[in-house]
């Protein structure tokens, strides 16, 4: 079955980097992309970005661009999304989760998710 | 962005019919896809494409889109779908927007 497995929690000081590892099994890894969605304590979620693994596209939420960076690695089936410059307001949960793209389109249902990533940023 | 609109909660007897709203300009022009998160867990894709139900899912969730409105109804609520839910919407060339979560009780 579809599998995508996080790293575990961070803790981070403020202007610090985080990256978050996903790893994903029971399907080919290639063939699909990889978004990254967020939550904040006691709010929604919120979308960051996704990578088209098989061409290495990235598409980055316009409050991230020049903060975030996305890469997968085909060798072993696991997706990175780093965040710099990190604020309070950066802490939440993190999830990686599964969508399918073409060379042209993005089918932007999530179908499969990480446990998410707790990433706490506070001096 | 794009925003889309929930209530912030929904409450509903054991065995009714619950229906949860996500509205947004010219909504029915993008599709839409619902979540349910609970405590503790990742969020579960229960429609998609508007009113497709993925394997495992419940045929007890519907979903509806059109106009500036769609709306996850869930017919004959139980207990167990005592949770949030959020509604998602894209269309090709642009960004997926969520919205910002119902909270359905069951009581």
């Known amino acids: 079955q579809v599998q995508l497995v996080q790293s575990e929690a961070e803790v981070k000081k403020p202007g610090a980097s985080v990256k978050v590892s996903c790893k994903a099994s029971?399907?080919?890894?290639?063939?699909?992309?990889i978004a990254w969605v967020r939550q904040a304590p006691g709010q929604g979620l919120e979308w960051m970005g996704r990578?088209?693994?098989?061409?290495?596209?990235?598409e980055y939420a316009q409050k991230f661009q020049g903060r975030v960076t996305m890469t997968a690695d085909t060798s072993t089936s696991t997706a990175h999304m780093e965040l710099r410059s990190l604020r309070s307001d950066d802490t939440a949960v993190y999830y990686c989760?599964?969508?399918?793209?073409?060379?042209?389109?993005?089918?932007?249902?999530?179908?499969?998710w990480g446990q998410g990533t707790l990433v706490t940023v506070s001096s | 962005s794009y925003d889309l609109t929930q209530p912030p909660s929904v409450s509903v007897s054991p065995g009714q019919t619950a229906s949860v709203t996500c509205s947004g300009v010219k909504l029915g022009d993008k599709f839409v896809c619902w979540y349910q998160l609970k405590p503790g867990q990742s969020p579960l894709l229960v429609i998609y494409q508007d009113s497709k139900r993925p394997s495992g899912i419940p045929e007890r969730f519907s979903g509806s889109n059109s106009g500036n409105t769609a709306t996850l109804t869930i017919s004959g609520t139980q207990a167990m779908d005592d949770a949030d839910y959020y509604c998602q919407a894209w269309a090709s060339s642009t960004a997926p927007s969520f919205g910002g979560g119902t909270k359905l009780t069951v009581l």
């Open positions: 990578i088209s693994v098989y061409n290495g596209n990235t």
């Open positions: 989760a599964r969508l399918y793209c073409t060379e042209t389109t993005c089918y932007y249902n999530f179908d499969s």
């Open positions: 029971g399907y080919s890894f290639s063939n699909y992309a």
